[in-house]
Structures are given as structure tokens and as C-alpha cells.
T-cell receptor, first 115, second 114 residues
Framework: EDQVTQSPEALRLQEGESSSLNCSYTVSGLRGLFWYRQDPGKGPEFLFTLYSAGEEKEKERLKATLTKKESFLHITAPKPEDSATYLCAVQATNAGGTSYGKLTFGQGTILTVHP | DVKVTQSSRYLVKRTGEKVFLECVQDMDHENMFWYRQDPGLGLRLIYFSYDVKMKEKGDIPEGYSVSREKKERFSLILESASTNQTSMYLC?????????????FGPGTRLTVT
């Protein structure tokens, strides 16, 4: 069974204080690992897809990296507007059938950035 | 930009009522999904559909049904709403024409059953 574990559950940072969020996963075969941002009361917003170990993607102050067992979301010099819940999800490869569109989500990390 | 819309942002229904939640996507995506999200339980998949009139159960299908008569529209039906179905409901869609079928979410419907 595919599993995703995110840590920490909550992270409080001062504005400008860089840090990382962790996403550990177990999956039979990885088609893709996804990061989403979710603001309170809204749907998750897609950020990145990572496909293979060693890959990196960047968007503004966010950088996502991938190894064979985990992914990190690095936040450089965060601002208060970066406060949100960050969700990680994996999609397994599938030899056949119709379940290949399904994602397994982690519980999320609640990030709060204080001014 | 991918756009997924949901029929209501907030909905209040009474126990026993039949509830329809509708989702529309405008990107010709093949796959559509319904999730519910509850504090401490994360996102849980209720049903998904990979083609018109095709559906598969997710992890928590009990008490729900779905309908997909057109490619762009996916409806979630609560046959007889109960208080334990009070939740945030999220619709998503994805395309099999991308490498990893990224899912794009709608804004969510906050359903309260009293």
C-alpha cells in the first residue's frame, strides 16, 4: 500500500527564516510526486510535479527536490503570504487498469510565517 | 489555465435530504475525482471517474453515489444526508495526456448537515 508521511505537522517561521518541509513516501513504482499549497477554506493549488530522483523544481521562494524515498520543499526567505498548508502526494505506476489517476496524500504541513 | 468549478461554496442541508454537488472542468480532462477533507483525516477519495459513465469507488464510497453523463461534469450525490457527512468536499480533474496526471482542484464546497 502506498504511504505518504509529512513532517513536521506544523512549522512556525519568522519572515526571512529559511527552512524545509519533508515528505517521506513508499510506493511500488513512482509515476510522480506532487506538491500542493492549500489556503484555509480553499481547494489545493498545484505547485510542482517531480518524476525521478535528483530532480528539482523552483517557483519563486519554493524549491522542491526528490530522492528515492523522500521529497523536500525548501522555502527561502519566506514571507507572511507563504503561510498555508503544504500537501505532498504520490501517484504510483500501474501495469494496467484504471486506478492510475489516483493520488495518495500526506496529512500536510501547516506553515505559519510571522512578520 | 485549468479551471474546475463547483456549484456551491457553502451548503446547509437537513438530515435525510438528497444532496447534489456538481463539478465542472473546462480542460477536456478524462479523469475526475471527488474527495472529502476533514481535520486530522486529510483528503480522502470518495469516487473517481476515468470516462463518461465510468466510475470507480475510492476509499470511502459508503453513503455516496456519482454520475458522469458528460465529460466535463461530475456529480456527487448524497442519497440521504447524515450529520457525519458534514465536511469540505473537493472536486479535482486530471488529464492522461500529461506525464503524471496532475490533479487540479476546485474551490471546494463546505457542506453542513443539521
Amino acid at each position: 500500500e502506498d504511504q505518504v508521511t509529512q513532517s513536521p505537522e506544523a512549522l512556525r517561521l519568522q519572515e526571512g527564516e529559511s527552512s524545509s518541509l519533508n515528505c517521506s513516501y513508499t510506493v511500488s513504482g513512482l509515476r510522480g510526486l506532487f506538491w500542493y499549497r492549500q489556503d484555509p477554506g480553499k481547494g489545493p493549488e498545484f505547485l510542482f510535479t517531480l518524476y525521478s530522483a535528483g530532480e528539482e523544481k523552483e517557483k519563486e521562494r519554493l524549491k522542491a527536490t526528490l530522492t528515492k524515498k523522500e521529497s523536500f520543499l525548501h522555502i527561502t526567505a519566506p514571507k507572511p503570504e507563504d503561510s498555508a498548508t503544504y500537501l505532498c502526494a504520490v501517484q504510483a505506476t500501474n501495469a494496467g487498469g484504471t486506478s492510475y489517476g489516483k493520488l495518495t496524500f500526506g496529512q500536510g504541513t501547516i506553515l505559519t510565517v510571522h512578520p | 489555465d485549468v479551471k474546475v468549478t463547483q456549484s456551491s461554496r457553502y451548503l446547509v442541508k437537513r438530515t435525510g435530504e438528497k444532496v447534489f454537488l456538481e463539478c465542472v472542468q473546462d480542460m477536456d480532462h478524462e479523469n475526475m475525482f471527488w474527495y472529502r477533507q476533514d481535520p486530522g483525516l486529510g483528503l480522502r477519495l470518495i469516487y473517481f471517474s476515468y470516462d463518461v459513465k465510468m466510475k470507480e469507488k475510492g476509499d470511502i464510497p459508503e453513503g455516496y453515489s456519482v454520475s458522469r453523463e458528460k465529460k466535463e461534469r461530475f456529480s456527487l450525490i448524497l442519497e440521504s444526508a447524515s450529520t457525519n457527512q458534514t465536511s469540505m468536499y473537493l472536486c479535482a480533474s486530471s488529464s492522461i495526456r500529461t506525464a503524471a496526471y496532475e490533479q487540479y482542484f476546485g474551490p471546494g464546497t463546505r457542506l453542513t448537515v443539521t
